[in-house]
């Protein structure tokens, strides 16, 4: 069965200041893909990447990249410099090729920027 | 911005009473998720659809019921609403093929309270 575990549940760190979001992950398909979300203080879900399990290179997004490592089944997200803006709830969410599609969600964790 | 219309957004009702709730897209997207989201369990699947009249079962799937009669709409239905189904549910769609495979997208949600 697939799991998504995000151990921090609560980050707190001042503005401008990194801040790297834990995800692990555990699946016995060969091919699924990872997903992060972001859910800001307004409660909708926004989309943020899809990495497929074939594909371990690291993106960047401006601010935001991402380090995916099937070594570790990890698939961490790090925020350079964050922002209040980046205030929100995330989460890291799995689904295996085999799942038709279904997500399965971490619990998030709930980032808190301070200025 | 995905297409996706939740009603209604807020609703009270009591227990034992049945409650449905409707999922709208624009999108023309053949898969249609209905998820719950609760304090320490991020988001649960209840029930998803991949195509018109065709439905399964999420992991929290107790319950509830289903229907979809067209692509656009999905409906969630608590036939005998109880106090453990106090939640923020959430419609998601997302493609079956293309390069937004597997991405889904959510509305806004719709909160919950059984007295």
């Known amino acids: 069965a697939q799991k998504v575990t995000q151990a921090q549940t609560e980050i707190s760190v001042v503005e401008k200041e990194d801040v790297t979001l834990d995800c692990v992950y555990e699946?016995?398909?060969?091919?699924?893909?990872l997903f992060w979300y972001k859910q800001p203080p307004s409660g909708e879900l926004v989309f943020l990447i899809r990495?497929?399990?074939?594909?371990?290179q690291n993106e960047i997004s401006g601010r935001y990249s991402w380090n995916f490592q099937k070594s570790t089944s990890s698939f961490n997200f790090t925020i350079t410099a964050s922002q209040v803006v980046d205030s929100a709830v995330y989460f890291c969410a799995l689904s295996e090729a085999t799942s038709g599609s279904r997500l399965t969600f971490g619990e998030g964790t709930q980032l808190t920027v301070n200025p | 911005d995905a297409g996706i219309t939740q009603s209604p957004r807020h609703k009270v009702t009591e227990t034992g009473t049945p409650v449905t709730l409707r999922c709208h897209q624009t999108e023309n997207h053949r898969y249609m998720y209905w998820y719950r989201q609760d304090p320490g369990h991020g988001l649960r699947l209840i029930h998803y659809?991949?195509?018109?009249?065709?439905?399964d079962k999420g992991e929290v799937s107790d319950g509830y019921s289903v229907s979809r009669s067209k692509t656009e709409d999905f409906l969630l239905t608590l036939e005998s609403a109880t106090s453990s189904q106090t939640s923020v549910y959430f419609c998601?769609?997302?493609?079956?093929?293309?390069?937004?495979?597997?991405?889904?997208?959510f509305g806004a949600g719709t909160r919950l309270s059984v007295l």
């Open positions: 659809s991949y195509g018109v009249k065709d439905t």
């Open positions: 699946t016995r398909d060969t091919t699924y893909y």
């Open positions: 990495r497929n399990s074939f594909d371990e």
């Open positions: 998601a769609i997302s493609e079956q093929g293309g390069l937004r495979q597997n991405i889904q997208y």
